[in-house]
């Protein structure tokens, strides 16, 4: 990962944005620099990964005065490199996001829609002295935003960069560029254009054949690249198919609470069969009570499933930065949002299925991307998520709902079916999903309980009523993570939609609980 900053005027010492931009710079802690602008700045933190000669280094600039910024991956940019050389631009480096600045010149906003690619970017337009900023369509890399006192628009990539400098801090909305003071939408992966008719064979042929491109693309890198693996489908998918296509032993990681640990033995059960070099990570339950503050800082988010889910995650991949050279790590994100949850089982009808698939890929950013994001390159790597790939999430968003649906008896079907055969063995591919914490290890959530328990009283609820305006504790655990989320961004709970729950609006998902073992159809999923 990398981190970004610009700012849209000159009103705001340049030293004082660097100040708050240092917040962020172990996302990008092989360099720094700044570029002040007639009407703002551009800064930037470095973690190489794509050409990582001095060269590569941000801002890039133009000789008409231009200049960007970019946290982000384009994918198949050397094919594009050659159309663009062949038009008369010349390139220094090998770094991606050079060619930002000649696609603008060639493409203007158009070349958003066109990318395929995780990003955010800040661009300034020399001849107009003007910025743009802009984000991927599913928001993997994150950014945020926030007007000044004096009313002109922050960009950066974290909320912690913003503290201080602005009032009210939003995360910039996925799939939209921002110019001439509006957002606007140039692509909504939410919404199928069409609901295609293909057969259900066809459609797992083509899940097969996307996801394995998702996950092909995202194997080159100038660095090492490891694999997050929990044993479960998603993970574990990710990493044989990366296997296959390398040809070669690749590098796993799994963390439980113990040695017994769900996810433990169900990962060394797929590592052994893909062949990976696999490596576990134990934590405890004091590592988690003495984690909790610096975790939510880190998240900037008080949603209980995320922080239980990125506990584990956090921990693993300080434990990664530590013991490795890994600096990109590929994960199973995205795949519950399209082919659907334990929760998502009770869903009345397939168009139902098929507004909440809706509604959590736009709101995914906020979740277990961020997630992702922030647990990773907290510790100074890269996450890519195949799974995120344009061309799979259209193609399965676009897959009739019927078909989605569980109607099989056995969740996320179409994909089980799709890689029938050898990548993995039955025990993995037929794995019911388990919560996340309680797979790493059930005291883990229930750790985190007992500690909110011990530490407030029968008035709790008085306590979480001051934060009626906004997602309103509802438990003694939520009013734990709020309280500390305040501590370090106050008044900002609108960073965040509310609570990622199962639908309450549904029979048999009206829970207390975001966890999925509260559930009747939880079932042997714990196991």
């Known amino acids: 990962m990398c981190s970004i900053m610009g700012y849209t005027s000159a009103d705001i010492s340049l030293s004082r944005l660097e100040g708050a931009f240092a917040a962020t710079k172990s996302r990008g802690p092989d360099g720094s620099r700044s570029l002040p602008l007639p009407s703002g700045a551009l800064l930037f933190h470095r973690l190489a990964i794509m050409g990582p000669e001095p060269a590569g280094m941000q801002p890039f600039t133009a000789p008409d005065g231009s200049a960007v910024v970019c946290n982000g991956e384009l994918y198949g940019f050397r094919k594009l490199k050659r159309e663009l050389e062949g038009r008369g631009y010349a390139f220094a480096s090998g770094s991606d996001c050079e060619l930002l600045l000649p696609l603008w010149r060639e493409r ?5 829609g066109e990318l395929d ?3 955010a970017l800040v661009l300034y337009d020399g001849p107009s002295d003007s910025f743009l900023a802009a984000r991927d369509p599913l928001g993997i890399r994150p950014l945020y935003y926030g007007y000044s006192p004096s009313g002109h628009i922050l960009f950066a990539s974290e909320p912690r960069s913003l503290l201080g400098l602005t009032g009210k801090i939003m995360p910039f909305p996925p799939g939209h560029y921002f110019q001439n003071g509006r957002f606007v939408c140039y692509r909504d992966m939410a919404k199928a254009e069409q609901i295609c008719g293909d057969s259900l064979e066809t459609v797992c042929a083509n899940i ?5 491109a998702g996950v092909e693309k995202r194997l080159e890198a100038d660095v090492p690249v490891g694999f997050l693996l929990s044993g479960g489908l998603d993970s574990s998918l990710v990493c044989a198919i990366a296997a296959r296509a390398l040809g070669r032993p690749v590098e796993t990681y799994a963390v439980g609470m113990s040695a017994g640990a769900i996810d433990l ?3 060394r059960q797929a590592a052994a069969y893909i062949g990976s070099h696999h490596h576990e990570i134990y934590i405890t339950e004091q590592d988690v009570l003495d984690t909790l503050d610096e975790l939510i800082y880190t998240l900037g988010t ?3 499933t995320t922080i239980r889910a990125s506990m584990g995650m956090y921990l693993l991949c300080r434990a990664i930065r530590r013991q490795s050279s890994i600096r990109v790590l590929l994960t199973g994100e995205i795949s519950d949002e399209l082919f659907g949850y334990k929760y998502t089982d009770f869903a009345p009808s397939p168009e139902a299925f098929q507004a909440e698939s809706e509604k959590r890929i736009r709101e995914i950013h906020m979740y277990d991307v961020l997630r992702a994001d922030r647990c990773i390159s907290a510790n100074s790597m890269e996450a890519r998520v195949p799974f995120g790939d344009l061309d799979f999430v259209r193609y399965v968003m676009s897959v009739d709902p019927a078909k989605k649906i569980n109607v099989y008896g056995k969740g996320k079907y179409l994909l089980r079916r799709a890689f029938e055969g050898d990548y993995l063995p039955p025990s993995i591919l037929q794995r019911e999903k388990a919560a996340f914490s309680d797979a ?3 005291s883990l959530a229930d750790g985190l309980k007992a500690y909110a328990e011990r530490r ?13 305006c906004h997602a309103m504790p509802f438990t003694k655990e939520s009013l734990l993570y709020r309280e500390i989320f305040e501590k370090y961004y106050p008044g900002q709970a609108e960073m965040v939609a509310g609570f990622w729950m199962p639908n309450r609006e549904w029979e048999g998902c009206d829970v207390d609980d975001p966890s999925a073992r509260v559930l009747s159809n939880y079932g042997a999923s714990g196991e």
């Open 108 to 112: 203007g906003v158009k070349m958003f």
């Open 117 to 119: 690619a995780e990003f």
């Open 208 to 212: 097969r054949e996307k996801l394995i």
């Open 265 to 267: 033995k169900y990962a």
């Open 302 to 304: 008080y949603d209980i």
């Open 440 to 442: 790493v290890g059930h």
């Open 456 to 468: 407030y009283g029968e008035d709790w609820k008085a306590a979480a009523g001051k934060y009626g």
